[in-house]
């Protein structure tokens, strides 16, 4: 089942058509839907019903308050990686106990800003880090929960820049080091070793390298309750991939079937931090065609929405499937699709084959629900669009477009500059 739809030619979010949004909305925005994200966390979630799981919703793939308070409601905890996405998920109400925080540079106020909220625990990924976690905690009379990063050296093969479980890679510990640092954990009295935990990369369309890393981390667990550590929580981490274009990921159902076997032996609770997977077909891009011109004999088609809003394409070369949000019969032609961005990387899709869309049509950049407007900037001092969430035939507007003022509100000009 699929909430974006054709009916009657119309591009549909659930019972909404995109055309008729757009005129109240006005373009570009991002669009979401209700039912597939609702729908998308259900099944991740409900697919390890069968053992003591927690799945920690990575927000750094979308990150709005309304979707949030959407996951939270149905019980995710949160993985995290900074204090800013602490902050965000403490306003939506997450449970500080579900919380994770992860990633390799965490600042010692945003490491105190997690220890007075209680997080469970942090993914701690140098020995440096460790005594620092320490400090602060001994500082505030708290204990840690700690668990060490570990480096799988697992291939992902997966994009270059998101894959991450290479030991080449700037994340996480080797296994024999992690093992050095867990025997340290001991000697310091404000951490307690909780859990291991890992994260191989992201947009994995295969299952075995999940499981290659579950088994290298229930090794690890082993080894460490020889020596005594009482570890509970063994964190896989995130990087389930979806269909941006031909990719045949597993169905949730098949991933967690192929790591429940080996987890329950293991014995843990198991945490998953799934972004990508849960938002990334939940949500659309919707644009205006604002001319098209051919040069070269080559076809553009220039958009309203740009690199600035949906960076994807531009930075990773990400295949977004783009169609028109009115159907008709068209002539297909191949068009580079691009934005107003005065930059020749500002594109979304190059030497595409489309449907011949004209000057005031509508289309939609499919699959831009992850790491879309999470990723948006105003460069070119392009003010950041809206984020609509659709539920049933209603919409809502859960971010608002920025307006001008909003470009200069942090910014001021020195005395001395004003004559
Ligand atoms: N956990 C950790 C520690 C991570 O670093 C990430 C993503 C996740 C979980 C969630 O991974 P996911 O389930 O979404 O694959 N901007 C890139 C993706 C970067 C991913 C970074 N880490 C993109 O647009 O493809």
């Given at each position: 089942m699929n909430d974006f739809c054709y009916r009657d030619l119309m591009l549909h979010c659930e019972e909404m058509p995109v055309l008729e949004l757009a005129r109240k909305v006005k373009t570009p925005f991002y669009l979401y839907s209700h039912n597939t994200l609702l729908n998308h966390y259900r099944a991740f979630d409900g697919a390890f019903s069968g053992i003591p799981h927690l799945v920690c919703y990575a927000l750094k793939a979308n990150s709005n308050q309304a979707l949030l308070k959407l996951f939270i409601n149905c019980g995710a905890g949160l993985d995290i990686v900074s204090g800013g996405e602490l902050y965000r998920?403490?306003?939506?109400?997450?449970?500080?106990?579900?919380?994770?925080?992860?990633?390799?540079?965490?600042?010692?106020?945003?490491i105190e800003y997690a220890l007075r909220a209680g997080i469970l625990m942090f993914n701690v990924e140098s020995s440096q880090?460790?005594?620092?976690?320490?400090?602060?905690?001994?500082?505030?009379?708290?204990?840690?929960?700690?668990a060490l990063r570990v480096n799988p050296d697992v291939n992902a093969e997966t994009h270059p820049y998101i894959t991450t479980g290479l030991k080449e890679h700037k994340f996480g510990l080797d296994i024999e080091e992690a093992l050095k640092e867990y025997r340290r954990i001991r000697e310091l009295s404000f951490l307690e070793a909780l859990g291991v935990s890992c994260h191989i990369g992201s947009q994995i369309t295969k299952i075995s390298p999940f499981v290659d890393a579950l088994e290298r981390l229930g090794n690890l667990v082993a080894r460490l309750r020889e020596e005594g550590s009482d570890i509970r929580y063994l964190d896989l981490g995130g990087g389930l991939g979806i269909t941006y274009n031909e990719e045949t990921p597993p169905h949730p159902r098949e991933y967690a079937q192929a790591l429940l076997t080996v987890a329950r032996d293991i014995g843990c609770t198991l945490i998953l931090e799934?972004?990508?997977?849960?938002?990334?077909?939940?949500?659309i891009l919707v644009t205006e065609v604002l001319y098209t011109k051919t040069k070269e004999n080559k076809n553009f088609v220039i958009v309203d929405a740009g690199m600035n809003d949906l960076i994807r394409p531009s930075l990773y070369g990400a295949y977004q499937r783009i169609q028109p949000v009115v159907e008709m019969d068209r002539e297909e032609i191949v068009a580079d699709i691009v934005g107003p961005v005065c930059e020749s990387g500002d594109f979304f899709a190059r030497g595409r084959r489309i449907p011949r869309l004209e000057r005031g049509e509508l289309a939609a950049i499919m699959g831009a629900g992850a790491y879309g407007f999470a990723m948006a900037s105003t460069y070119n001092s392009r003010?950041?669009?809206?984020?609509?969430?659709v539920k049933?035939?209603?919409?809502?507007?859960?971010?608002?477009?920025?307006?001008?003022a909003d470009l200069i509100r942090n910014e001021s000009i020195p005395e001395f500059l004003r004559t």
């Open positions: 998920g403490l306003a939506a109400g997450v449970d500080p106990g579900k919380v994770v925080y992860s990633g390799v540079g965490k600042r010692t106020d945003e880090e460790l005594e620092v976690i320490n400090d602060c905690a001994g500082r505030l009379g708290k204990r840690a929960g700690i799934p972004g990508r997977v849960i938002v990334g077909n939940g949500g003010p950041r669009i809206p984020e609509v969430l049933g035939g209603e919409y809502f507007i859960i971010g608002k477009r920025e307006e001008y």
